[in-house]
Structure formats: C-alpha cells, structure tokens
C-alpha cells in the first residue's frame, strides 16, 4: 500500500525568505508524485508533477521540487516567498495506471504555510 | 473555459435528508473523482468513474451514492446515513498524463 507523509503540519516564514515544505512517501511500485496548492475554500491546484525524467522538476509560482528514489522523497521548495503564497499544500503520490487513464492518489495531511511580513 | 463546476457553493442539511452535489466537466475526461476534505485529514476518495454507466467505491463510500450517465457530470448523493457529513467536498476529473483537475468545491454543513 502506499502512504504520504507530510513533515510539518504548519510552516511559518518570512515574506522573501526560502521554504521547504516536506513530503516522504512509501510504496512498493514505481510512483508518480505531486504537489497541488489550496488557498481558503477554493479548489486544489496543481503546482508540479514528477513523472518520469529529470528529477528536477518546476512548477508555476516559482516553486521546485526534488524527487529522491532512495530517500523516497519529493520536498517542495522555493527560494523566496511572497505573502500571496500563504496557502496549504499537498503533496500525492499514485501508481498511475494507464489503462482507462484511472488514476488513484493518495494525498498527505496537508502543511499549511503562513508567510509573514 | 474548460474546467469543472461544482454546486452549489455552500450548501446546509437537516438530519434525516438525502443532498445532491453536482459536478460537471467539459475537460472531455473519461475519470472522474468525488473527494471529501476535513480538517487535518487531507482528501479521502469517496467514489470514482473510469467511464460512463461505471463507477467503484473508495475508501470512504459509505453513505455516499453515485451516478455516471454523461462523460460531462458525476453527481454525488450524501444519503442520511451518512453519519458525519459535513465536509469540504471536491470532484476531480483526471487527464492523459495522470495529474487531477479539481472543480472549486461544495461546502456542505448538517444543522
């Protein structure tokens, strides 16, 4: 089965300095991995996706995320904030099956982050 | 615009009654997706559809009932045996490489 476990449940930092918000996932199966952005009652909206390829991967909004096979592992960064950034964020991970285009995530708890003037 | 539309916005129950939400996509998506969010839990899936007159229970079906008749819509039933439903509810629909679009949510509250 697999899990997602998001470290910090609130991160609070300082408008223009550097966040990373954590994600560790377990599986047994090669996943695909995403981080998705929710602002107060409003849908969620994807920032980054890992498929395959460059572990590296860029989102909109600025943000970047890791992914790490053997710390099994997907952090979302960005190196400076803006007070519109203030928001939760949620990171999934899924076994993307193609047939049918069905795909089953399972999300984290969620980590709120609080940027501050 | 594409995209998903979900109603009503908000949306309040008395003890005892059925409530539909309805969601509708024009995405041309075959997947679609009911999500319940409540505090500190992050999203639980309810139900899905892979393809129309098709749907399976997720991990929290209970007290929940679907239907698939179009592509475009997936409405969702919160029947009264439900026991704990008020909750942030999101619909989604999947694309060709995996990633979910969600509609802005319905917000439904028992009084």
């Known amino acids: 089965a697999q899990s997602v476990t998001q470290l910090d449940s609130q991160v609070p930092v300082f408008e223009e300095a550097p966040v990373e918000l954590r994600c560790n996932y377990s599986s047994s199966v090669s996943v695909y991995l995403f981080w998705y952005v929710q602002y107060p009652n409003q849908g969620l909206q994807l920032l980054l996706k890992y498929l395959s390829g460059s572990t590296l991967v860029k989102g909109i909004n600025g943000f970047e995320a890791e992914f790490n096979k053997s710390q099994t592992s997907f952090h979302l960064r960005k190196p400076s904030v803006h007070i519109s950034d203030t928001a939760e964020y949620f990171c999934?991970?899924?076994?993307?099956?193609?047939?049918?285009?069905?795909?089953?995530?399972?999300f984290g708890a969620g980590t709120r982050l609080a940027v501050h003037p | 615009d594409g995209g998903i539309t979900q109603s009503p916005k908000y949306l309040f129950r008395k003890e005892g009654q059925n409530v539909t939400l309805s969601c509708e996509q024009n995405?041309?998506?075959?997947?679609m997706y009911w999500y319940r969010q409540d505090p500190g839990q992050g999203l639980r899936l309810i139900y899905y559809?892979?393809?129309?007159?098709?749907?399976q229970k997720g991990d929290i079906a209970e007290g929940y009932s679907v239907s698939r008749e179009k592509k475009e819509s997936f409405p969702l039933t919160v029947t009264s045996a439900q026991k704990n439903p008020t909750a942030f509810y999101l619909c989604?629909?999947?694309?060709?490489?995996?990633?979910?679009?969600f509609g802005e949510g319905s917000r439904l509250t028992v009084l």
């Open positions: 559809s892979q393809i129309v007159n098709d749907f």
């Open positions: 995405l041309n998506h075959d997947a």
């Open positions: 999934a991970v899924s076994s993307f099956m193609f047939s049918g285009g069905y795909n089953k995530l399972i």
């Open positions: 989604a629909s999947s694309g060709s490489h995996g990633e979910l679009f």
